[in-house]
């Protein structure tokens, strides 16, 4: 006698986040901080606001679950860095290691962050987000930094959107991610960004991402 197995329903991230009971972001961290770009090489495809919008809210969310845990973040620093963390990129589709120190020093010019007392710590993680983990340690720093980490992995689970922008390759690789606390995002991620892509590159990429983000549960 065979057995039929029903097939489950596709897991939506609202199952996800009701299961783990991760905190939402809110609309008012996300206009509070709005991206900074600047494309040298003229209108971006990957890295462009909604990029920095997505990355934004999986970073806010995943500070939301370590900070659950007990585990301390500068959240503001995080998130300030993601603002301008692409700015002055040179190239969309070739690895450009440096584009993170070419981000920081020209925020350093344009005196963003002036008055910030985490100015430093900002242009640190802004240079830092797009070196090798390896080379972190090796280059005089003493740990890896938690926000480092934070940073990485939200800009990592936007490797969702490749497969959308004609980028060859597998996009998101789980095993690259640094936080375990990352993988309860991953099914968020990739929700967001098919919701986002559905109608093609968004116009308003932060009024889009606020809307999808309220329909899914995930921006409040």
């Known amino acids: 006698m065979s057995i039929i ?5 596709k897991i939506t991230a609202k199952d996800v986040k009701k299961k783990l009971t991760i905190s939402p972001t809110s609309e008012t961290i996300l206009r509070t901080y709005p991206p900074i770009t600047c494309i040298a090489n003229g209108e971006s ?18 500070c939301n679950i370590l900070e659950s845990k007990g585990i301390s973040v500068n ?14 990129r040179r190239t969309d589709y070739d690895e450009e290691e440096s584009h993170g120190l070419v981000a920081a020093v020209a925020s350093e ?3 963003n962050f002036t008055e910030d007392p985490d100015a430093d710590y900002i242009h640190f993680l802004t240079t830092w ?3 090798n983990d390896k080379d972190v340690s090796l280059k005089g720093n003493v740990t890896f930094p ?29 095993d690259f991610l ?6 309860d995002l991953v099914s968020i991620a990739e929700e967001l960004n098919q919701r986002y892509f559905s109608n093609g590159v968004q116009r308003q990429p932060l009024e889009s991402v606020i809307e999808i983000g309220k329909e899914m549960g995930i921006v409040c």
């Open 45 to 62: 495809v990957l890295h462009e606001e909604g990029h920095v919008v997505r990355v934004m809210l999986y970073a806010d969310m995943l």
């Open 75 to 88: 959240r503001h620093a995080v998130l300030s860095a993601i603002r301008i963390h692409d700015s002055y």
């Open 178 to 183: 640094r936080l375990e606390e990352s993988n």
């Open 129 to 131: 987000h797009s070196e």
């Open 146 to 174: 938690i926000e480092l980490a934070v940073l990485k992995d939200a800009d990592a689970l936007d490797r969702f959107r490749d497969q959308y922008l004609g980028v060859e390759g597998e996009g998101l690789d789980k």
């Open 5 to 9: 197995c029903a097939m489950p329903e």
């Open 109 to 111: 010019i344009a005196g």
